[in-house]
């Protein structure tokens, strides 16, 4: 006799209970079950959107970004010379049979290197922002659009202090990579890299805008990278950094590596920074800086504390040194004095100051926001050429 038969009996009273109570689950969960399938749907639109927003841009930069091969003449180096001499020999050449042209080739091969890196077209009659050391001790270079077309380029001038260089192709109507405004920047921004890292051409890569502002980084003599994740390897350099709406806002440059490739820590020259360069290296083939003559260094926490000063002044510059016969020297600055602002715009530390007046035109007159023993006041400088 099963003693659990009374309990599996369903009553015409308890079917009614269950039935009432399942319809009560079913419309309690059903309006969730919804709106969750409704809010994963969303949750697709939106990647898909982001998705298409990214083909968007790449299919837009693409055509303007170039690919650059560099024959490039390596430096001698005492046994080069050792060779040459060796094998110039009468005997010797008597010995290989070497004729005069052959001693040449084998002397330009061992003395010839090549590399590569990428570019941009920033007007429709070919001129190409890349990096100085793109195209450094270039003996021949040549240019590759995304059609497949390859033209020889020449160099208008490069700024090695900056790493920027620009170059020129013989060609017209190309389609242009538009330029950005790299101060309206913010961390967490989206950013696109586009390049030929590793000579893999038209190679695109995601990532967001990491930092600003980033120096003493040991690349170049004047520093204010963009740091971004966007994957940036051997090639990229040169190549354009670009924001969601297709325009560039930086020259990818380097990265930080401890293996060879990428680890996450890319930098690039903010656009506007490589602007100013690009303008007077086509006005004069070189690269020409304001100069006021003075060294500054950022203001250590220590040295708030020795001048009593609040933490408000802690992005200042402390002048350190002044150069006799410099436009500094005839003014009223001193060493000690403490530089908060430049052109009523305050400064982002030593290396911010630094970048502001070498980017200025020579000759352009500047007001520094100064501070000493206790007050604040403008002095007003006219800057020479460095």
């Known amino acids: 006799m099963n ?14 209970r269950c039935r009432v109570l399942l319809l009560s689950l079913l419309f309690i969960l059903s309006p969730a079950s919804g709106m969750a399938a409704e809010a994963a749907g969303g949750r697709i639109a939106t990647l898909a959107d982001t998705a298409q927003a990214f083909h968007a841009v790449a299919q837009q930069v693409k055509p303007a970004v170039v690919y650059i091969h560099v024959r490039k003449q390596m430096e001698r180096d005492s046994s080069d010379a050792a060779a040459d001499e060796f094998f110039n020999d009468p005997s010797v050449q008597r010995f290989f049979g070497d004729t005069e042209t052959d001693r ?30 793109v195209i450094d001790r270039a003996t021949e270079i040549t240019v590759r659009l995304v059609d497949g077309r390859e033209f020889a380029a020449e160099v208008i001038g490069k700024d090695g202090k900056s790493d920027v260089a620009l170059i020129k192709i013989d060609a017209d109507k190309l389609p242009v990579l538009p330029l950005g405004d790299s101060s309206s920047l913010r961390v967490g921004d989206w950013a696109l890299a586009i390049g030929s890292p590793f000579e893999m051409i038209q190679t695109v890569t995601a990532g967001i805008i990491s930092a600003t502002g980033r120096s003493s980084v040991g690349i170049s003599e004047y520093e204010d990278f963009i740091q971004t994740d966007a994957a940036i390897n051997p090639g990229n350099s040169g190549g354009p950094l670009v924001d969601i709406r297709g325009r560039a806002i930086g020259i990818n440059t380097a990265f930080l590596t401890q293996t060879g490739g990428y680890m996450g820590i890319g930098f690039a020259i903010p656009i506007n920074m490589a602007k100013v360069i690009a303008e007077r290296l086509q006005k004069n083939g070189r690269m020409t800086r304001a100069w006021l003559g003075i060294g500054i260094k950022d203001l250590a926490p220590d040295k708030l504390r020795t001048l009593q000063l609040s933490r408000q002044f802690a992005s200042a510059a402390l002048v350190s040194t002044i150069d006799a016969a410099s436009p500094a020297a005839s003014s009223a600055l001193r060493l000690g004095d403490v530089i908060v602002a430049m052109d009523d715009v305050p400064i982002a530390g030593a290396a911010d100051l630094r970048n502001r007046i070498a980017l200025s035109d020579p000759g352009s007159r500047i007001t520094l926001l100064c501070y000493r023993d206790g007050r604040q006041f403008p002095l007003s400088i006219t800057l020479g050429e460095k």
Request: glycine share 14%.
């Open 3 to 16: 003693t659990n038969a009374p309990e599996q009996i369903m009553t015409p009273g308890r079917r009614l």
């Open 104 to 133: 040449k080739k084998d002397s330009d091969a061992r003395n010839t290197s090549y590399g590569h890196g990428s570019g941009f077209i920033i007007n429709a009659g070919g001129t190409i922002l890349t990096n100085a050391h």
